[in-house]
């Protein structure tokens, strides 16, 4: 009896003693160090440097490898490669950074049609702040006689949620021997045959939540903040000083979306972002006003930058006419004119998207309402899913819209609706929007305010330019417009008829002798632009391009260029609280101070015309450098 209960204990001792040696091994296999698991950084104790694993991968040797690679697929390996050795050296000490592990390159040179036959990852390599092993020998032999299949299982969640419509990622046979992920990727990866698999461990959630929304299958991508913005409290009203505190803080607070594979694009906006911040004083210059600009010094640095690196990259995709039909006439005439210029370009637009920085969805939100708009419907939904499916088309065509969310691509628009319609699926998109309004969900540092402009003749611009010298502006005050919205009624109510020097009417017409719309432009000191449905009206660039000093009456609309022009010194803002006493306000300007704001007003105007051609500092070129310096402000400088 006593020795069969000995061999039960025996029995159940070796039981436990198993469990626990299998328990151990398990843990481990998972531990995690800071450079990876445990046997994987028993592994790579002794192995060689990246830096030294990186100098190894020569094109030469590269392309001799078997493995597909042509000499120029291998010299842009080799950029990649370098980028990445540059970057983690600069970053050695940031753990859990999305996207640092894993390095993906471009498609190789001689692709030239994307679509989902020919687009491809030519090589996939794995790389972690821990020194790489078994790779920086004879790359031949190790990479020739030693190689073996690579199956890629594709993570679920932060990619490509449909993974069927995706372009075919294209492995070469290459013998990776390379330490597990680190941080917080949620990857780890597992050795068996050879055979390197990727899975996913937990679901991730999105950190900007403008995306979580969308449909799960959707191409497109959730993409992570590096940071968060600080969040702004909501106002009923913004004034002018306010919104030059959330354009700060926005420039303060660093703002940036990690991509899900690095790109050469990347370290060259980096540079150019370094070159803005350290740029030269410049006190004057013979084209440009100085007092006109928040900085001028920065704001000519980049512009010069923009004019010597950007390269814009259009989709060709979309049915006419919402797609690639400029309107050049009437209200929302700036998108139409941005895009007719912009597709004409040549300095600026490049075919090659890889040499892209920036990205453009070349549809019209005006095309949009009179294509889909069901009259009296007050219903949109169709609009916003006809956008979605737009971009669902071209995530699943092209790399480049996963790679960031949309945190590189741009719409000009200038609708009304437009906002709405793209403030879900394009939240992440640079938006130029004519109906700028902050509590409208305008983005101060990522968003642009584009001039809304009403063109009558688009072959002839310029016609009427300019007005009065401001000593024969006998009219201290003019306003003239259709009665709608809530603010228009009170202006109207208090100042229509009630003074000689306030010149305030209703509807008007553009043209009837001394008494027409465009006189009355030409000889008032102050033209009154004031909200009508929206925040934004033509009046401001109108006063501008006639040479009248512009009062702005709209508590939350941010004006054109807000991010570099200095507002007040050529226009007059008046809260809608005030407009009781607006006569009051404008005869407190003294009339030094309004000559030399009239003036100013002069100097500025060359950034808001039109022209068949784009002229430097014009309103084409001060729209892309709006778009250009917001997207710089979500790079972190080397």
Not at 103 to 118: A, C, E, K, Q, R
Not at 608 to 619: A, G, S, T
Request: glycine share 4%.
């Amino acid at each position: 009896m006593v020795q069969k209960f000995l061999c039960q204990v025996q029995k159940w001792r070796l039981i436990w003693t198993i469990g626990l040696m299998f328990s151990l091994i398990l843990a481990f296999q998972n531990f995690r160090l800071p450079y990876g698991d445990f046997l994987s950084f028993l592994q790579n104790v002794d192995s060689p440097s990246k830096s030294k694993f990186i100098g190894s991968m020569k094109p030469e040797n590269l392309g001799n490898v078997d493995s597909g690679l042509t000499q120029e697929e291998a010299r842009e390996l080799q950029k990649s490669l370098a980028y990445i050795k540059n970057d983690n050296s600069n970053n050695n000490s940031s753990r859990g950074r999305v996207g640092t592990p894993v390095v993906g390159f471009p498609p190789p040179s001689h692709v030239s049609s994307l679509d989902n036959s020919s687009l491809y990852t030519t090589a996939i390599v794995l790389y972690s702040n821990v020194s790489t092993s078994a790779i920086s020998g004879n790359i031949n032999n190790s990479l020739v006689e030693k190689s073996k299949a690579v199956t890629f299982e594709p993570p679920r969640g932060d990619f490509n949620q449909n993974i069927n419509n995706s372009p075919v990622t294209k492995v070469s046979k290459i013998n990776i021997h390379t330490p597990a992920i680190s941080g917080n990727s949620n990857t780890y990866l597992a050795k068996k045959n050879r055979t390197v698999i990727y899975r996913r461990k937990k679901k991730s959630k999105p950190v900007h939540s403008d995306l979580s929304q969308m449909d799960r299958n959707s191409q497109m991508n959730k993409v992570s903040n590096r940071n968060r913005r600080s969040k702004m409290p909501v106002l009923d009203s913004y004034s002018l000083s306010q919104m030059n505190n959330l354009l700060l803080q926005s420039h303060a607070s660093y703002y940036s979306v990690i991509p899900q594979w690095p790109s050469v694009v990347d370290h060259e906006l980096q540079d150019v972002t370094s070159q803005i911040e350290n740029a030269p004083i410049v006190q004057n210059d013979p084209n440009l006003y100085a007092p006109l600009y928040r900085n001028f010094s920065i704001f000519k640095r980049s512009y010069e930058l923009m004019e010597q690196t950007l390269k814009v990259y259009i989709y060709k995709e979309g049915e006419k006419p919402i797609l690639h039909t400029p309107i050049l006439d009437g209200i929302y005439a700036s998108e139409g004119w941005f895009m007719k210029l912009l597709e004409a370009n040549e300095q600026f637009v490049t075919k090659d998207p890889r040499k892209a920085h920036m990205f453009y969805l070349p549809f019209s939100s005006q095309m949009l309402r009179e294509t889909l708009y069901v009259p009296n419907s007050h219903k949109r939904k169709n609009i916003v899913q006809y956008l979605k499916h737009y971009l669902d088309m071209i995530a699943a065509k092209y790399p480049f819209w996963n790679r960031t969310g949309g945190a590189d691509h741009f719409l000009v628009a200038c609708h009304d609706w437009a906002p709405k319609e793209t403030r879900r699926d394009m939240a992440k998109c640079i938006r130029a929007l004519c109906n700028a309004d902050v509590q409208g969900g305008f983005v101060f540092g990522k968003d642009v305010s584009l001039p809304e402009t009403y063109i009558y003749l688009p072959n002839d611009t310029l016609r009427d330019l300019g007005g009065k010298p401001a000593s024969k502006r006998s009219t201290l005050a003019f306003f003239a417009g259709r009665v709608h919205g809530y603010l228009r009624p009170i202006l109207l109510k208090h100042w229509e008829n009630k003074d000689p020097d306030m010149k305030l009417f209703g509807k008007m017409h553009k043209t009837d002798g001394n008494n027409s719309y465009t006189n009355y432009m030409k000889s008032s000191k102050y033209c009154i632009s004031a909200k009508g449905y929206e925040g934004n009206t033509p009046r401001v660039v109108e006063a501008i391009f006639y040479e009248c000093v512009p009062v702005i009456i709209s508590d939350n609309y941010v004006p054109p260029f807000f991010d570099v022009l200095n507002w007040e010194s050529f226009a007059v803002f008046v809260l809608e609280k005030d407009i009781p006493n607006l006569k009051n306000i404008l005869i407190s300007i003294t009339e030094k101070r309004y000559r030399q704001m009239q003036m100013t007003v002069k100097r500025v105007q060359q950034h808001f015309l039109w022209h068949e051609k784009p002229v430097k500092y014009d309103i084409f070129h001060m729209i892309l450098h709006s778009i250009w310096y917001n997207r710089l402000h979500q790079i972190r400088p080397m």
